[in-house]
């Protein structure tokens, strides 16, 4: 039977969504980002709807990490931190690499993208281990 760790599922997704925080921030890449995308802070626009966005998507890739430790019964932090390696840079990557090649966004926005989900992603799966 496959179990969900709440506990674990909640505190992931709080490391997801902390982590978009910060990355995307002017700290970090926010900027970078915006002049990829073509945006200023004044055009961003509301921000209510890619927010709510953003934490289903944050909640519901760690719902799937946990349901993955689940199915392969991890219990070990090897293993655990191998998984989220994998799925960052063996699914995640080469998903955003796929379509950047398609849609041509550049090199830099896919490294701003694809580095926020495989950190998400490997986070994700050490907090949930963790938990």
Do not use: H
Request: with cysteine.
């Amino acid at each position: 039977m496959l179990e969900v760790n709440l506990l674990g599922v909640i505190a992931a997704t709080l490391v997801g969504m902390l982590l978009g925080a910060l990355w995307y921030s002017s700290i970090a890449f926010g900027g970078a980002w915006m002049k990829c995308v073509g945006k200023t802070p004044e055009t961003l626009g509301k921000q209510t709807a890619p927010l709510v966005g953003s934490i289903i998507s944050s909640l519901l890739t760690a719902v799937g990490v946990s349901l993955l430790f689940s199915l392969l019964n991890v219990s070990n932090f090897v293993t655990a931190i191998s998984i989220g390696a994998i799925l960052g840079f063996l699914v995640i990557f080469p998903a955003l690499l796929s379509d950047n090649l398609f849609c041509g966004w550049g090199s830099k926005l896919l490294i701003i993208q694809s580095g926020y989900r495989v950190v998400s992603v490997f986070l994700m799966s050490l907090v949930i281990y963790l938990v």
